[in-house]
Nanobody, 114 residues
Framework: QVRLVESGGGLVQPGGSLRLSCAVSGIILSINHMGWYRQAPGKEREMVASITPGRGTGYVDSVKGRFTISRDNAKKTVYLQMDSLKPEDTAVYYC????????WGQGTQVTVSS
């Protein structure tokens, strides 16, 4: 059984940094896409950053230059390094892996506030 477990969220001041982790348990064959999404109160879920095997990474314009997505295959973990955080980055962040099945984590809260 495949599980995605996010961690690393919390409260941080504007300009601060956080690193989110998504630990994957179980076996996933033929990964098409890995990504981090976020959903703020009253807003739709949006994709923040993604890795497509063989094609590289992508970011929503609002986080370009501030967020970095990466993966460690040996640890079966996907990361999201978030720097220069802004209050508008406040949201629940979700890890997603798209294979033959769409896998989601439970989410981790990120709050950027002074």
């Amino acid at each position: 059984q495949v599980r995605l477990v996010e961690s690393g969220g919390g409260l941080v001041q504007p300009g601060g940094s956080l690193r989110l982790s998504c630990a994957v348990s179980g076996i996933i064959l033929s990964i098409n896409h890995m990504g981090w999404y976020r959903q703020a109160p009253g807003k739709e879920r949006e994709m923040v950053a993604s890795i497509t095997p063989g094609r590289g990474t992508g970011y929503v314009d609002s986080v370009k230059g501030r967020f970095t997505i990466s993966r460690d295959n040996a640890k079966k973990t996907v990361y999201l390094q978030m720097d220069s955080l802004k209050p508008e980055d406040t949201a629940v962040y979700y890890c997603n892996i798209l294979s033959h099945t769409d896998y989601w984590g439970q989410g981790t809260q990120v709050t950027v506030s002074s």
